[in-house]
């Protein structure tokens, strides 16, 4: 416990300037092993953008922006639950994930075994996400609970900066590269999916930029009813019948170069 009084102590300094996140990370990593960190921000509505790491590789972020957010299962729970606080990867990790492209692939490329997410409000519909990472133990329970009870402290901090901040500020101003911009529309390549009407290649682009089917109704100016008509019949054209195999087919025909 004597290890945190002075990381305590930086962050509240903090709160309102360009450091808090450096030293969020430092209070919440200040007695709990770990070996790196990221950290995220999720929206309900937008792609994901990476706001700074610890000791991770910058392809891995470009990778993760440009192909592995879809299968985050952090960001997956906050667009269907927005749920905040302390989340182990291991409760959010069932067989099927286990063997999947995050935990199998982006993970296992990251040489990381396990992974905590500390979930804090950040403005409107978003969160930050600030994840401690290892590379060869799992986290214990223990550590877990001690998470849990400093949460509170985790979260005043946070608001305070918010608070200070005021509503014109962006966290990720200076955060580039595919998936960093939260308006930015990948481009479906003519050679894909030439079966597709334009109108239907426009929605695919907003399923693909992460946008749920209200959103999508109210940038196209339609119901959410047409909205799923639409996806209904587009899943019909590519013989699919989840969003999950339409970003498969999308990232696998542009890995492919075709």
């Given at each position: ?7 305590l102590?930086?962050?509240i ?25 990221t ?7 937008q ?5 700074k790491?610890r000791r ?5 972020v ?5 192909t ?11 667009r ?14 069932d067989d099927?994930?286990?063997r999947?492209q995050y ?6 490329q ?6 905590v997410?500390?979930?804090l409000?950040?403005?409107g ?10 590379s060869?133990?799992?986290f214990?329970?223990?550590e ?6 400093r ?8 608001a305070l ?8 500020f ?6 580039t590269g ?13 050679s894909l999916?030439?079966e ?5 290649r426009g929605l695919?682009r ?11 109704a109210?940038r196209?100016?339609i119901?959410?009813?047409?909205v799923k008509?639409h ?6 054209k590519?013989?699919?019948?989840t969003?999950r195999?339409l970003f498969?087919?999308?990232f696998?025909h542009r890995s492919?170069?075709?």
């Amino acid at each position: 416990m004597g290890n945190i009084w002075a990381p305590l102590a930086k962050a509240i300094a903090a709160t309102g300037t360009d450091r808090h996140v450096d030293c969020l990370i430092d209070l919440i990593g200040a007695d709990i092993d770990h070996d790196l960190v990221t950290v995220t921000r999720y929206s309900t509505t937008q792609t994901p953008e990476f706001v700074k790491h610890r000791r991770f590789s910058d392809e891995m972020v470009q990778r993760y922006l440009e192909t592995y957010y879809v299968f985050d299962p952090f960001y997956a729970s906050w667009r269907r639950e927005r749920r905040l606080g302390i989340m182990p990867l291991k409760r959010l990790a069932d067989d099927e994930a286990k063997r999947g492209q995050y935990i199998a692939g982006f993970l296992a490329q990251s040489e990381i075994c396990d992974e905590v997410g500390i979930m804090l409000a950040d403005g409107g519909d978003w969160c930050l996400g600030i994840f401690l990472d290892r590379s060869t133990a799992p986290f214990k329970d223990a550590e877990i609970t001690l998470l849990d009870e400093r949460l509170p402290v985790f979260q005043e901090l946070h608001a305070l900066d918010i608070k200070a901040r005021g509503s014109d500020f962006s966290r990720t101003s200076g955060v580039t590269g595919p998936g960093a911009s939260p308006q930015q529309q990948p481009s479906i390549p003519d050679s894909l999916w030439p079966e597709l009407s334009l109108r239907e290649r426009g929605l695919v682009r907003l399923i693909l930029a992460g946008h749920p089917t209200a959103n999508i109704a109210d940038r196209l100016g339609i119901t959410v009813g047409t909205v799923k008509n639409h996806r209904r019949r587009i899943y019909e054209k590519l013989d699919i019948t989840t969003e999950r195999e339409l970003f498969l087919q999308f990232f696998q025909h542009r890995s492919s170069g075709t």
